[in-house]
C-alpha cells in the first residue's frame, strides 16, 4: 500500500472531504513560519465541522519510549498537549493568564492506532470544533512516516482563575471559529 494510499485510508471523512487551498478563518493565527516545531505550509483542512488551526512537529525522544519498545500512551497525550500550546501562544491576548481568563481541559482521549516506535518525527494536526458558550473542542491526528498513529480530542474550557468557573470564550477566538464553521 503505497503512503497516499495509507493516509487516505485512516483520514476522516471530514479531513477527506476539504479544500487543499483552505486557510485558517481570519483572526485565528496559524504558524506559518518555518521552525522545529511547526511545519512550513498553511493549513489544509476546513471543514464544515472542523477547522485545522495548526501543525506542529516534534522529535520523538528516546525517553518517550517504555519497556515494550513503543511510546509510552502519556507520551501521545504530551504531542497534543504540545501543539495545543502552541496553538494558545500564537493567539493575541489568550495563550495565558490574561484578563484573569484561562483556558483548562475538561477531558481528553486518545484513540492509539499503530504503536509509536523511536527514531521520528510526529505530526500532531490540531482541528477545532464548533465553538460553545464556554468551550471549545479540539480534535488531533498523530502522524509518521504517512501513518496515522493516532486521534484524539479535548475539550477546551475558559475559566475565571479567581474563581474557576467557566467564562465566556474570548471573542477573538470564538467570533472567527463561528463566522468559518457557519
Known sequence: MSGATRRAAHRSPLSAASS??????RGIA????????????PPRFVTAARIL????????RWADMDMLGHVNN??????????RIEW???QPEVGGHRDGQLPVIANASCNFRVPLVYPGVVE????????GRTSLGSFYELWMNDILHADG?????????????????????AAPLRAAIA
Open 30 to 41: 496559524y504558524n506559518s513560519s518555518p521552525s522545529p516545531r511547526t511545519l512550513d505550509r
Open 153 to 173: 480530542a479535548a475539550k477546551i474550557v475558559w475559566i475565571d482563575a479567581a474563581t474557576g468557573r467557566p467564562h465566556p470564550l474570548p471573542d477573538r477566538i
Open 88 to 90: 494558545l501562544q500564537l
Open 124 to 131: 500532531v494536526r490540531m482541528w477545532l470544533g464548533e465553538p
Open 53 to 60: 488551526v495548526h501543525t506542529s512537529r516534534q522529535p520523538l
Open 20 to 25: 487543499p487551498d483552505a486557510v485558517a478563518p
Open 74 to 83: 502519556v507520551g501521545y497525550f504530551r504531542f497534543m498537549e504540545q501543539a
